[in-house]
């Protein structure tokens, strides 16, 4: 029920408004966000390195409401590679289509996206195309596989809660492309995913597992510790290096694991978002795990 209200509140614009202007807000968003500006982001990044930590940068925002507001949210992305060259940051960015404008025209979404990689790939570095809800999925893998035939540098986003992800992991690692494997963070409806946390749970193993298998250097994004359990295990057994994958997780969130994983020699990037529009993600945070609420209201009512 908690999940299902904040994944609501996270689609209320007055609430959103009212929050993301709000002067308490950085307070309330510190644990999970760098801050609002890429400068502030870079010195997160430039400390989670010098800790051992890869980094992906994401300027928060999706779902714009013009080509020129995509065109803005590209030339940021672009100014954070820059940042990224500069600094010789370990880090990647990610990206949200309907941040660079997919909803309004696939061409110039394209066009933006296309930009990015080709800088990336100058650099020796990646983009992360992130995946949204449904109906974005072909239209997500689609640019993926135009852009990887002709730069390579992306990596592509599987959610394990759709019943398409099996096919959908099965064509990529087909492609070669790398895929980063979520269990999925959308309200989806259960004619396309599994309406029960075990059945997702279940279906994350098994994508692993072929990941592992037949992936291209796959990324185990997870913060649960039975399902990294079973890759840690799975890892040992079948003697799989640890250069052939990394784990992902999100920036503040399961800290003393993210400590364990790295201290045992395995690569772990963080997620690390930035920028003022930051509601949507944040509300998501709370419903992927709601102990968060609880995490969030102590420290609210410290001093």
């Not at 029920?1 to 994944?7: G, N």
């Not at 990610?94 to 066009?111: H, I, M, N, P």
């Not at 990294?228 to 290096?241: F, K, S, T």
Request: aromatic residues 10%; glycine residues 4%; positive net charge.
């Amino acid at each position: 029920m908690l999940r299902s209200l904040l994944l609501v509140l996270s689609r209320q614009p007055w609430l959103r408004h009212w929050l993301e202007t709000s002067p308490a807000a950085e307070r309330l968003t510190s644990r999970f966000i760098a801050g609002s500006s890429i400068e502030r982001e870079v010195v997160v990044c430039q400390r989670l390195n010098a800790d051992g930590y890869l980094a992906t940068l994401d300027h928060l925002g999706e779902s714009v409401t013009s080509l020129e507001e995509a065109e803005r949210s590209r030339e940021a992305y672009l100014a954070a590679l820059d940042q990224i060259a500069k600094l010789n940051l370990e880090a990647t960015v990610s990206v949200k289509l309907t941040q660079l404008g997919l909803d309004f025209s696939e061409a110039a979404c394209l066009a933006n996206v296309e930009c990015l990689v080709a800088r990336a790939k100058s650099m020796g570095r990646m983009v992360e195309i992130d995946m949204e809800s449904s109906p974005y999925v072909d239209r997500t893998l689609a640019l993926v596989s135009n852009l990887h035939a002709r730069y390579g540098s992306v990596r592509a986003v599987i959610q394990a809660y759709l019943y398409r992800s099996e096919s959908d992991v099965q064509n990529l690692c087909g492609q070669s492309i790398p895929i980063r494997l979520c269990k999925g963070a959308y309200r989806e409806s259960a004619d396309v995913a599994f309406p029960r946390k075990k059945d997702v749970d279940a279906n994350y193993v098994r994508l692993m597992f072929e990941l592992f298998d037949r992936g291209t250097y796959p990324a185990i994004a997870s913060h649960d510790e039975k399902i990294l359990d079973r890759a840690l295990g799975y890892v040992r057994e079948r003697n799989i290096a640890a250069d052939r994958f990394e784990f992902q997780m999100l920036y503040g969130v399961g800290r003393d694991l993210q400590r364990r994983l790295l201290a045992a020699g395995y690569r772990l990037r963080l997620y690390v978002p930035y920028g003022n529009a930051w509601y949507p993600y944040f509300m998501r945070r709370l419903a992927e795990r709601p102990a968060n609420v609880v995490f969030l209201a102590r420290n609210l009512l410290k001093n």
